[in-house]
């Protein structure tokens, strides 16, 4: 099975449902071959914005372009892409091998040249031995390897996946996750991934965008965005954030900043000004010492998460998490301890505003 690797332009793209914009000058490009993820929370525009591409829903305005040509006003099946719905959407009156070949049929190609295409599909996915089996008689990680291979027999130019994953029960989904990356390494297809699951999202894709209210909040790599977010709300949704909220100003000492609660920490940033600080629950430690990078604070519950042991500090009217590595043996803070945060202030995001 040969694929031809195409990359996705779009440009100042707008869409409304009636009077309700729900995409918002969407700009992004897609590298051939790349694995890309749209990330967001429910009625972020995500699953508008990949249905757009494969041309379902109302036309949008603005310019998409699949391999340098505008398909904006081409209809699903003329656009070449191929997608997988979160239903599945297979026959239940056709066999598995009746069911990859239905869009080869549809498509009026002869027989003798439908099944070997079939059978090489079937291939791909592992489940040549199910091939005459109907999709009631399959699991649910079977099913979805089987609108995987309808979809990739048709040799699509891009891949669509609209959170295929989200039926499957979490220990399958993590399986089916590494299988469809996998596949796609395997196939070089250019792979856009829908999902609200981060953690699906860091793990397949080489890039994500991430949405929020019909509009592109940050582009990047999953440790790009983690590390550097550009706002608030991507470094709220990617993870756990401690958000302090404050001013940069500089002191005698070099930049500082200041919380609302009149916390002062050393700081490395660009602008003075109202701001915002961002830091990750396993870049600060609890410590009975104080000093220049430390706040003082007071636990008020823990939780055991296996590997790690979260803390909730009360730090000055600011709840704090903090993630320690589990160690057997190790001490832990008691619920009412009196301690100090000991921020890597190296690690820390400033936002500006």
């Known amino acids: ?24 000058g969407v700009n992004l490009s897609i ?8 990330l967001g929370p ?3 525009g995500k699953s508008t914005l990949l249905r757009a591409i494969a041309g379902f829903g109302p036309r949008p305005k603005g310019s998409i372009k699949i391999g340098g040509v505008d398909v904006l006003d081409l209809p699903p099946w003329k656009r070449n892409v191929g997608m997988v719905f979160q239903s599945y959407a297979l026959w239940p009156h056709m066999t598995v091998r009746e069911n990859v070949g239905f869009g080869l049929k549809e498509r009026r190609m002869q027989a003798a040249q439908i099944k070997p295409k079939v059978e090489a599909a079937l291939e791909l996915v592992g489940l040549s031995h199910l091939a005459d089996r109907m999709p009631n008689q399959l699991s649910g990680g079977q099913q979805q390897r089987i609108a995987l291979a309808r979809t990739i027999v048709v040799e699509p130019k891009v891949l669509l996946l609209d959170e295929p994953l989200s039926n499957l029960d979490a220990s399958l989904r993590v399986e089916m996750r590494r299988e469809l990356l996998a596949l796609q390494r395997k196939l070089g297809l250019t792979t856009i991934f ?10 397949t894709s080489d890039r994500m965008a ?25 470094a709220d949704f990617l993870g756990t954030a401690n958000i302090l909220r404050g001013e940069v100003s500089q002191a005698a000492q070099g930049m500082v900043f200041t919380t609302q609660t009149g916390e002062v920490l050393p700081i490395d940033a660009s602008a003075l000004g109202k701001g915002s600080i961002i830091l ?3 870049n600060i430690s609890l410590t009975k010492d104080s000093g220049a990078r430390t706040i003082a604070g007071t636990v008020r519950h823990r939780e055991f998460l296996g590997s790690q042991m979260r803390y909730l500090i009360d730090a000055a009217g600011i709840e704090m998490v903090v993630d320690e ?21 190296d690690t820390a995001v400033v936002i500006a505003g």
Do not use: C
């Not at 829908?194 to 793990?203: C, F, L, M, P």
């Open 210 to 234: 991430v949405l929020d209210g019909g509009v592109i909040q940050q582009i990047g790599s999953p440790q790009t965005l983690y590390d550097e977010p550009a706002n608030l709300f991507v």
């Open 325 to 345: 590595s589990h160690i057997a043996g190790a001490h832990r803070f008691k619920a009412g301890s009196q301690v100090n945060l000991e921020i890597n202030t």
């Open 280 to 282: 990750r629950p396993q």
């Open 31 to 38: 590298q051939p071959g790349e694995f890309f993820a749209f």
């Open 194 to 203: 829908v999902t609200h699951d981060q953690e699906e999202a860091n793990t």
């Open 1 to 24: 099975m040969t694929t031809e690797k195409q990359g996705i332009d779009i440009e100042d793209l707008y869409l409304s449902f009636g009077k309700t914009e729900v995409l918002s």
């Open 42 to 44: 429910s009625g972020s």
